[in-house]
């Protein structure tokens, strides 16, 4: 682990994991032990981001990102990975890594039940959840080892989730461009899910460079403000309903939104 600071939530550490399972067990332990609340963000890696005028740089968190147009190419860390699993599962398997962008090395039958193959992948693509697929697809039977090979170019970008439309850093993160849209439209669903209603609407939005290419809607509290209000003239109501909607507006303006740690955690399954 080592120490961290961030724009919008302060101070932390970036620490490295077995996997989710570890990383929610050391949470609960926190949360248990300690009675910490912690909030945990998107996983990264280190990109090496190439400017125009010949300077690299190396980065590790989204909101250290350049400007798309002072970049010239990024560089992402690629690893050969190496899985042993039972033959039967062989064509999930190649799937599995084939969807994770990987590059297929070779193939090899250990006994006559078991096999090996190897793929060339990015890092960023199994540092996340792929060991707990490979144990699901498999049954539990499988096994994975890697190893970290260099440094290739690669098409990243920025993608930016904005919440009432402030940029939320802790949800930020760098991905593939052709997987981007797929991630943000999963991301924003599940933030609907998990961020429970205000008195207020929010707007959850996934962008990519200014661009929105994502949204969802967090519909409003009602509240029934003529309920009290029988027969009479409708100016009443009307007056009623025009301090609400400017109530409702001024909140929009000024609210706090509440998001729960069950919403960082579900944005890092999306």
Known sequence: FEAESSAALGFGFRC???????????????????????????????????????????VDNPVKYPEPQNIEYVEEPFVKVYLMFPKDYLGDMMELCKSRRGEFVSTEFLDTEKVQIIFE???SEIITDFYDKVKSLTSGYGSLDYELIDYRATDIVKLDILINGEICDALGSLVHRD??????????????????????????????????????????VGKNVTGKCYGGDITRK???WAKQKEGKKKMKQFGKIQIPQKAFLAALKA
Do not use: C, W
């Open 16 to 58: 490295g994991f077995l996997g989710l399972l570890h990383m929610e067990i050391i949470q609960e332990r926190l949360h248990r032990e300690y009675n910490l609340g912690v909030i945990s963000t998107t996983p990264s890696i280190i990109y090496k981001v190439h400017d125009k005028i010949g300077k690299t740089k190396e």
């Open 121 to 123: 992948m990015p890092l």
């Open 179 to 220: 997987k981007a849209q797929f991630k943000g439209r999963s991301l924003v669903k599940k933030l609907k899910e998990e961020i429970p209603r205000h008195l207020f609407k929010i707007a959850l939005q996934a962008a990519v460079g200014g661009k929105i290419i994502a949204r969802e809607d967090i519909s409003a």
């Open 238 to 240: 009307r007056k009623l």
